[in-house]
């Protein structure tokens, strides 16, 4: 998610950066949000994830240009031909930050527990059936079906490795302990404000550790954030097109690449909150009605592209024909309305996050003009998600990075996730769903019928897809995008000098 979001921490010290410098090397960066639970399995994705990846390591390390290389896990490969087992070979080195050893047992226990935590990813595992510990190097991973985005989900959420005696403990809440790169600083880091790090003693891979001092500053407000990154107060963070000009100004250096698309999710697809939304005419409605070139104009300053599709151009899924297949047209979201028995309009509840007011308000006059009348109520950044999952709304705005086929469909459109609240779905539906899961290398082209299925039953309303606006002191620093992701890894800082 890349424009809104959404005390009793232990002691820790740590040792300078590999390569031998007494120089102080800190950086701080603004986040837009701060972690709800320090423990691996409630972790999320985009922005969310980063927080995570100072303290803890993945088994699988997902690189800036998005292959996936060697991390916890040094080789891996699936050993039956349908691709449901798969053998992970892993360090022997590893320790997590209380002192305990980092093995397969380990491992298992981690997967275990994300499986069993239900945390706001937990859809990555949901094929998963087991883990065997074959030995202390060796874990096999038994899968209900084959699934095409399962490693790529080892190096996100699903792949954190956090010690098995602290991540079902008591304290693992306020305090992480992983085998990551740093550790937290107690008397430095402050609950709703910052969050300091430092780098761990005897950890397996000291080149990843290359800053003297790691600060996270909790910034949810885009003004917030501007000021701070133009005075020096951080080093870096997620701007917007309508911040950029002033960042440019300062002398920052722009980072600009695309990442989510944001829209409407039209959850309510059976009706259950919002009775029109069940008629698909309703929101093919929606869809027509929205001015989506005005909107990236005065909303996102021109920085996008708009789409009518929720799978991007390197998902694998794309569809050049579904870019435009809402154009803009009210009198057709008239006429379907009218159809549908809505002639005289509805009312439609949409969440407010903050710092989306002018978005939202445009969309509110565009669906006005058509007849749905809008209402829009206030919810506060650290609750949204948890709002959305709750089935509250019958819709909602929200940013969402286009991945890869599978990890789009296991995102947005499969009963089990977060962003399908009322658990939607068709005997039509599923059959699609079954076939790009069985898809194998041909994941990309099954994954097709699957885009234009939800693009043509309107179970979406995109806007565009948004390019991420990231800066950074390059006199400090020197920052590499990874693709597909909301803001750069930690490993993807590093020293101007």
């Known amino acids: 998610m890349s424009a809104a979001a959404v005390a009793g921490l232990s002691a820790c010290s740590g040792d300078a950066p590999a390569g031998g410098s007494s120089a102080s090397k800190e950086v701080v960066l603004g986040i837009l949000q701060e972690p709800k639970s320090w423990n691996p399995a409630i972790a999320h994705v985009g922005h969310l994830l980063q927080p995570y990846q100072f303290v803890y390591d993945s088994l699988l390390l997902r690189k800036s240009d998005g292959t996936l290389a060697p991390m916890l896990a040094t080789s891996w490969k699936y050993t039956d031909d349908a691709q449901t087992v798969l053998e992970l070979t892993l360090r022997t080195d590893v320790t997590f930050s209380d002192g305990a050893a980092f093995d397969a047992t380990a491992a298992k226990a981690n997967l275990d527990h994300f499986k069993v935590a239900n945390g706001p990813q937990a859809a990555m595992l949901q094929n998963f059936e087991s883990a065997t510990a074959v030995d202390a190097k060796t874990l096999r991973i038994k899968l209900k079906i084959a699934d095409p985005a399962f490693e790529y989900y080892l190096s ?113 697809r059976d009706g259950k909150v919002a009775p029109p939304l069940k008629d698909v005419r309703v929101r093919q409605a929606i869809n027509y009605a929205l001015n989506r070139d005005a909107l990236l104009k005065n909303v996102a300053m021109g920085a996008g592209t708009v789409t009518s599709q929720v799978f991007g151009p390197e998902s694998g899924s794309f569809l050049p024909e579904l870019e435009s297949r809402y154009a803009y047209d009210p009198a057709k979201a008239k006429q379907l309305l009218s159809d549908a028995g809505y002639a ?107 885009n234009t299925y939800v693009t043509e039953n309107a179970w979406f309303a995109p806007f565009y897809r948004v390019n991420q606006i990231y800066f950074y002191d390059s006199k400090k620093l020197k920052v590499t995008p990874q693709v597909q992701m909301a803001v750069p890894t930690p490993y993807d800082y590093e020293p101007a000098s």
């Open 344 to 450: 005289s309009g509805f009312d439609l509840t949409l969440p407010l996050p903050p710092g989306i007011e002018t978005l939202l308000n445009y969309v509110k006059q565009q669906l006005g003009d058509v007849g749905i009348r809008v209402n829009l109520v206030a919810v506060p950044i650290a609750d949204y998600q948890s709002t959305l999952g709750k089935g509250t709304y019958a819709a909602a705005w929200f940013s969402l990075f286009q991945g890869p086929t599978w990890v789009a469909c296991n995102q947005l459109i499969v009963p089990s996730t977060l962003y399908n609240p009322f658990k939607s779905t068709t005997p039509e539906l599923k059959a699609l769903l079954d076939a790009t899961q069985a898809a194998g290398a041909q994941v990309g082209e099954k994954g097709k019928a699957v």
């Open 156 to 268: 996100q959420a699903a792949g954190l490795m956090g010690s098995p005696a602290a991540i079902t403990g008591k304290d693992i809440d306020l305090m992480p302990v992983g085998s990551g790169p740093y550790i937290m600083v107690k008397d430095q880091s402050v609950k709703g404000s910052q969050y300091v790090f430092t780098p761990r003693k005897g950890y397996w891979n000291p080149s990843l550790q290359k800053f003297t001092m790691v600060t996270l500053k909790l910034l949810a407000d885009l003004t917030a954030r501007v000021n701070a990154v133009t005075t020096g107060q951080v080093d870096a963070t997620l701007l917007d097109a309508t911040t950029a000009q002033q960042a440019n100004a300062a002398g920052l250096k722009e980072l600009s690449w695309p990442v989510d698309w944001q829209g409407l999710l039209l959850f309510d």
